[in-house]
């Protein structure tokens, strides 16, 4: 895999060398008190910068009518399934690139165990095949190299992207549906909850066809950038222009629990509106290019020899 970040600017280059800082100072910290074994061992063994970032197909604009601005996409490496819980050992990591004020860049991070990430690509999983085969090492324990990965005929691409299509899509259509019943019978606690699920179900489900790989996250901040990362068309449907969307967006990003459980959360029907009207863009959105996805992959799977 590839080490050079030559092709990035000196300031995005200091930025990654201080996020893998911060990654290992916070994992450390999570670690210190434990006294069971995986966590006296727990290691980091890769951090691996994928995504436009290691492509070169990055956008920063964050000062025009779009406002656009590309994540560094971090996949961290860890020597036990255990260490990849992000609420216990990711989470402050998280927060903490998020309020840095030398960090000017949003950082997304995966976390998964060597074993995950290898048998996904034995698997010929394509997010983590492109990883593989893009990707630029930041960090390593070790010079263990990845597994090589196994290639999926595309008429198996295409079977398993149908059956994530067929399962997630319904979903967000339905959720949707929920979301706007409830926003007319003024239940703005429920509505939001619904709304929240169909965007997470729209996202997955375009990650899915794409890549068969989607995080198990509620961070709809996460899968909106990773989604984005794919299509770009995507980044139309949020305006990142006016504080005002951007803040409804932020409030509906904590529906997934503070709608449930929190006698404080709040979000106005205005706010609600607007986003059910963002959110029914979206999935259509995320439908067609799905649609897309199946297509090609129908052709070349025609076209492929038996």
Known sequence: MKTNLDHLPHR?????????????????????????????RGRILKI???????????VDEPHTKKGYKSDYDLLIIVNNRKLTDFAAYWHKAQDRLLHLPEIRTPVSLIVHSRR??????????????????????????????????????????????????????????????????????????????LLHQSI????????????SYSPASHNLRHLRGLAEERDQRLAEVWPRDQHQYVAWFNILNEAYVKSRYSKHYEISEEALAWLVERAHRLIAEVEAICVERLERLRKQAKDEPD
């Open 200 to 211: 997470e179900q729209a996202y997955s489900a375009l990650l899915l066809v794409q890549t």
């Open 12 to 40: 995005k280059q200091r930025e990654l060398a201080r996020i893998v800082e911060v990654l290992h100072e916070e994992f450390e910290d999570a670690l210190k008190e434990g006294t069971a074994d995986f966590k006296k």
């Open 116 to 193: 995950e990430v290898n048998t996904a690509l034995y698997d010929g999983q394509y997010f983590f095949v492109e990883i593989r085969r893009d990707g630029i090492i930041l960090y390593e324990l070790d010079d263990e190299p990845l597994a090589e990965p196994r290639p999926r005929t595309t008429a198996a691409a295409l079977r398993i992207a149908e059956e994530y299509f067929e399962d997630r899509m319904p979903h967000a259509w339905k959720f949707a549906k929920g979301a706007a019943f409830y926003l007319k019978e003024r239940d703005p606690k429920e509505a939001a909850f």
């Open 48 to 58: 691996i910068l994928f995504g436009s970032y290691a492509r070169g197909t990055w």
